[in-house]
């Protein structure tokens, strides 16, 4: 892959003048492909460009608009994850974690390298995502992010695939909603809905920062608040489907234990699930589909576990029994005599050793993020040293308060360098370090995904009930 010398086209006639290169045009949509060649070699990395960062509201829009009728002249298309997962729930592929990849930087390039490596081993079932909080520090709401991802697969060629986007921690704020309840339901509600209008039918709501830990309450007690909004939210999707007639079965993620606090366990999930049927009930959706996952927290970190270098630890307690266990004694109402499915967050930076962990403990699902930004920020330090160094001056200039606050200035510039996304995205997408970045994240994507999926592979068949004794 070569560098491109992109540049700002100034106008919508200008950019259909080189969409017509590879595309027969009429009234300003594309109705068919005349040089699929050219436009994946080239035409489609000027459109990702394009649809990425141009100044032109209108082109930028255009741009979005075109890769979504090229790819769906090429039948690429998005998806639920929901008969996936209700195999999971049956018993199914056993000993595999499905990763779930939020791209922060580069994501048509990120896309590429994990699509590579995804085919090179057969990988299932791959998940691309980008949290609510995401959108705003990188700078790409979702109808980008969605176009950027199709984009990426045109580039390669992947005629005839499903694309799996999700929304990914839609959250509510508790600060906001003590304020102003309705509002803040209305606000994720929104979001929720220009989630799905962009093709987005995986949503994993989060409202675990309204559970409690008082021990001196049931663990139904704890998770009255949480289990009331999820339903809330639950039934908000459930409704919309029926009434816009959507081609899928939305996918839905609930979340039990707030990442980086207290360590979950099946009780609690299993009282999340009673109460949200009891609510779902009571709001006229006790009978519709059941949520798919429920994250839980063993002891991991958004951004990662660090040392004061500002490394990730060669070892961190996480307490992958509790996945375990969810699978074994893990009950949901609204989905009887199946397994729950549980999903992992803040993975991306653990040791590598940890991978093959989550498979063989039944995990669902496995977010990972910040190990593939910071390798990103490793490459550019090695290789584009003037752009390492105005993203670093970005991070302290902008967000000096925010990195001193960790116990070393190390921690905070690894933890807020996220947010420099933003600033940089023209600069990064015309770095001479893409190539090797491209190249660096396939083999990450390939490690990760061999122990996710291709080292417990071969046991699959040799005992009949998996195991289901152990």
Request: proline content about 4%.
């Amino acid at each position: 892959m070569l560098t491109r010398p992109y540049i700002q086209y100034a106008s919508v006639e200008e950019l259909y003048g080189v969409i017509s290169t590879v595309c027969s045009v009429e009234n300003e949509h594309v109705i068919e492909i005349t040089d699929k060649n050219k436009l994946e070699q080239d035409v489609v990395f000027l459109l990702q460009y394009t649809a990425s960062v141009s100044d032109n509201i209108e082109v930028k829009q255009t741009a979005i608009r075109v890769i979504n009728e090229i790819s769906s002249l090429m039948q690429i298309q998005t998806g639920s994850n929901v008969s996936f997962y209700d195999e999971k729930a049956s018993g199914q592929h056993e000993f595999f974690t499905v990763p779930a990849i939020n791209c922060r930087m580069l994501t048509f390039h990120m896309v590429r390298s994990a699509m590579r490596a995804a085919n090179s081993l057969s990988v299932p079932h791959l998940i691309f995502e980008l949290a609510l909080s995401e959108s705003g520090y990188t700078d790409q709401q979702m109808d980008e992010y969605a176009a950027l991802t199709k984009a990426a697969f045109i580039s390669l060629g992947l005629n005839n695939h499903t694309i799996y986007l999700q929304a990914d921690h839609y959250q509510l704020d508790p600060k906001k909603y003590e304020d102003d309840p309705d509002a803040e339901k209305a606000r994720v509600q929104a979001a929720i809905t220009k989630a799905i209008e962009h093709g987005v039918y995986n949503i994993d709501i989060d409202t675990s920062k309204f559970e409690t830990a008082d021990p001196q309450k049931t663990d139904k007690e704890n998770q009255q608040k949480n289990a009331q909004l999820t339903a809330e939210m639950f039934h908000y999707i459930r409704q919309y489907e029926k009434d816009n007639d959507l081609p899928c079965t939305i996918s839905i993620g609930g979340e039990v234990g707030e990442v980086g606090g207290e360590n979950t366990k099946y009780p609690q999930v299993n009282a999340y699930l009673d109460l949200l049927k009891e609510y779902s009930t009571e709001l006229g959706s006790g009978d519709e589909k059941a949520i798919s996952k429920v994250s839980i927290n063993v002891g991991s970190a958004h951004g990662g576990v660090l040392g004061p270098d500002g490394l990730p630890l060669d070892s961190v307690p996480l307490d992958f029994q509790a996945h375990h266990d969810l699978y074994m004694k893990g009950q949901d109402p609204m989905n009887p005599r199946k397994h729950v499915v549980s999903a992992q967050h803040g993975a991306s930076t653990l040791p590598k050793k940890y991978f093959a962990l989550f498979p063989a403990v039944h995990t669902g699902e496995i977010h990972l993020a910040t190990g593939f930004q910071n390798l990103i920020w490793k490459v550019l330090e090695e290789q584009d040293l003037t752009l390492f160094e105005k993203m670093k001056s970005i991070a302290f200039e902008k967000f000096g308060e925010k990195i001193a606050k960790y116990p070393t200035e190390a921690i905070g510039f690894v933890k807020e360098r996220k947010r420099v996304t933003q600033f940089i995205k023209k600069e990064l997408l015309q770095t001479a370090a893409l190539p090797q970045i491209e190249q660096e994240l396939e083999q990450e994507f390939s490690t990760i995904f061999h122990s996710l999926y291709t080292l417990l592979a071969s046991r699959k068949g040799i005992v009949e009930e998996g195991d289901r004794d152990d």
